[in-house]
Structure formats: C-alpha cells, structure tokens
C-alpha cells in the first residue's frame, strides 16, 4: 500500500507554468511587475510557492475582467506571497471590483445603444445631425464624447 506522497512545496517556474496554462514569459513579467514573487535556491533557479497558483488565475480572471494591473497589483499587495487566497479573500477582492465592473457594463451598454447611429459627439455629425445633435448645441460643451459619458450630466432636449 503506497501512501500519497505530499504535493511539493516549492514550484519551478517550469511547473507553475503549466499549472496554470501561463507562458514562462508571463510568470516573469508578473514577476518584475511585483503581483507575484519568488524565491531563488541553492542553483540560483526561481522557486514559486503553491499559492501562487491561486494568485495567478486571480490575476488571470481580474484581466479578463478589464481590470488594470496597476490595480490587480494593489489588490495582491494585500495578500501574503505565502498565504494561498482563500474564498474569504477572493470575496473581499471581488466585490472590492463589482462597483468598477457595473460601471463599465453600463458604458458599455450606452456604447452598444448609441454605436449605430452616432458617435454621441457631433463631430462626425456636425452637418447631418438634426435629431441628435441640431445645429451642433453640443459644442458649447467643448470636446469629448457627452452621450457616452455617464458623468456629463445631459440637459433638458438632450436625447441619446
């Protein structure tokens, strides 16, 4: 009867790599970007800790999620390089991102709503505009994207 033997403490970065379905390349950018770190041993070789498995797929869901990693690296400063994240941590980092999440979903849908027949400016529209933009009132405004932009209040007449 064999007994398992434990997991190994210690990861190559040739082993977190394919643990985590990440290029080399990008273990090491991450790296010098400070959102993960590892130790050298004796040989001088990069050994990465089991936790940082579950470090790496945060990573990987926050980018697909649209999140910055200047704020990704923020979020993982909080946690210990040694301590592997845990649900309570996941939770704390996820709803830290929902407001930023909702509000990108919004511009997002403003954007699909808009995208077919103006640009939300009048600066394509400026002669042929009648509906959305008469004789290109938004000007006064100054430049910039006003129907699209959830923090330019819209007046009276405006229409998206």
Not at 79 to 108: G, V
Request: charged share 25%.
């Amino acid at each position: 009867m064999n007994a398992k033997s434990a997991p190994k403490k210690e990861l190559s970065v040739g082993e977190v790599s394919s643990r985590s379905g990440l290029p080399v390349s990008t273990i090491h950018f991450y790296e010098a970007k400070g959102l993960i770190s590892s130790q050298r041993n004796n040989g001088n070789h990069r050994r990465y800790l089991r936790g940082v498995l579950r470090k790496l797929a945060v990573i990987k869901v926050a980018q697909q999620a649209g999140i910055p990693l200047s704020e990704i690296k923020t979020a993982m400063s909080q946690l210990s390089n040694d301590k592997t994240i845990t649900a309570d941590d996941w939770a704390r980092l996820a709803e830290a991102w929902k407001a930023q999440l909702n509000e990108r979903i919004n511009q997002l849908s403003r954007l699909r709503d808009t995208l077919g027949y103006c640009i939300g400016c009048g600066c394509l529209s400026v002669n042929d505009c009648e509906l959305i933009n008469p004789e290109d009132k938004l000007k006064k405004k100054g430049p910039g994207a006003y129907y699209l932009d959830p923090e330019v209040p819209l007046e009276s007449g405006d229409t998206h």
